[in-house]
């Protein structure tokens, strides 16, 4: 277990329909990444929070939204979904910021099934 | 542009013996850190050993080594002793420069099944 939680573990959905995914990072961590598998693309970085602030942004379509809350929890919103859409959903933590010298520790995934 | 190659798709080792996964990378960073991480059949990701680009010895952690060759740019994972619960994908990560350093970018993996 690393510490860090995932909510749902499952999400099946139709498309055109609007999802939010829920992280919760491990005591202590200050930054929160998203990052999407899928067969095609394998697993992409999606976007980072350091501290409730977006620090680096990747492959996320502008269908896709993310935040981070005061209590470091962060809420990925998928809209006007699609079947390509379709994919495993990681959030991880990290104490800090850089790849230097914080490992990213990986929730259990969210799979979300888009119909 | 950073990338990393894992050139083994599968792989099949006997329990009890060591196996070598591969993995290349390429980039024009100095400063990087790579990362190895295991995904079981349940799906999710776990980190197994981290090597910085500046670290002269090669990093260990328990039965997993990563031979470190930065000239090569080359960051073969070995397991040694294998288990059955070594069965899994395998993952090579490095940092990415062209976000900070905060990201990872990730290899395609290896499937690695350990037989009786």
């Known amino acids: 277990d690393s510490g860090v939680t995932q909510t749902p573990k499952h999400l099946i959905t139709a498309t055109g329909q609007r999802v939010t995914l829920r992280c919760s990072p491990r005591s202590g961590d200050l930054s929160v990444y998203w990052y999407q598998q899928s067969l095609d693309q394998g697993l992409q970085f999606l976007i980072q929070?350091?501290?409730?602030?977006?620090?680096a942004k990747g492959n996320i379509l502008e269908r896709f939204s993310a935040q981070q809350f005061p209590d470091l929890h962060s809420e990925l919103n998928l809209s006007s979904l699609e079947l390509g859409d379709s994919a495993l959903y990681f959030c991880?933590?990290?104490?800090?910021?850089?790849?230097?010298?914080?490992?990213?520790?990986f929730g259990p995934g969210t799979r979300l099934t888009v119909l | 542009a950073q990338k990393i190659t894992q050139t083994q798709p599968g792989m099949f080792v006997q329990e009890k013996e060591a196996v070598t996964l591969d993995c290349t990378y390429d980039t024009s960073d100095q400063s990087y850190g790579l990362f190895w991480y295991k995904q079981p059949s349940s799906g999710e990701m776990i980190f197994l050993i981290y090597?910085?680009?500046?670290?002269?010895q090669n990093a260990t952690e328990g039965r997993y080594s990563l031979n470190f060759q930065k000239a090569r740019k080359s960051a073969n994972l070995v397991i040694s002793a294998s288990q059955l619960g070594d069965s899994a994908m395998y993952f090579c990560?490095?940092?990415?420069?062209?976000?900070?350093?905060?990201?990872?970018?990730f290899g395609s993996g290896t499937r690695l099944q350990v037989q009786p």
């Open positions: 990560a490095m940092s990415r420069p062209d976000m900070g350093r905060r990201a990872l970018t």
């Open positions: 929070y350091y501290n409730g602030e977006e620090r």
């Open positions: 991880a933590s990290s104490g800090g910021d850089t790849t230097l010298t914080d490992t990213q520790y």
């Open positions: 090597q910085g680009s500046y670290d002269e």
